[in-house]
């Protein structure tokens, strides 16, 4: 069965910091180019960031290049977003996937507010 568990969120001040992590079942990750996305309040979830398998390539939306970094580790079976200089507008459900599969978890509450 097809897991995908999302953490590491919280509330944090602008200009804060915040790992998320997605730990994935069901599959193997090394299989699969992996993303994060996110859902505003009242938005369209939109795709945050890529990172192909190998970690060959990443990409990332224009809103969180040079703040936001995604990586891998295949061998947890886990995917990562490090968030940095958090602003307001990121503020979200955070959703990681696998390429090619449709399922989603329940995504992790990012808030960035003073």
């Known amino acids: 069965q097809v897991q995908l568990v999302e953490s590491g969120g919280g509330l944090v001040q602008p200009g804060g910091s915040l790992r998320l992590s997605c730990a994935a079942s069901?599959?193997?990750?090394?299989?699969?180019?992996m993303s994060w996305y996110r859902q505003a309040p009242g938005k369209e979830r939109e795709l945050v960031a890529r990172?192909?398998?190998?970690?060959?390539?990443?990409n990332y939306a224009d809103s969180v290049k040079g703040r936001f970094t995604i990586s891998r580790d295949d061998a947890k079976n886990t995917v990562y977003l490090q968030m940095n200089s958090l602003k307001s507008e990121d503020t979200a459900v955070y959703y990681c996937?696998?390429?090619?599969?449709?399922?989603w978890g329940k995504g992790t509450l990012v808030t960035v507010s003073s």
């Open positions: 996937k696998a390429d090619l599969l449709d399922y």
């Open positions: 069901g599959f193997t990750c090394s299989n699969y180019a």
């Open positions: 990172i192909f398998r190998f970690d060959i390539r990443r």
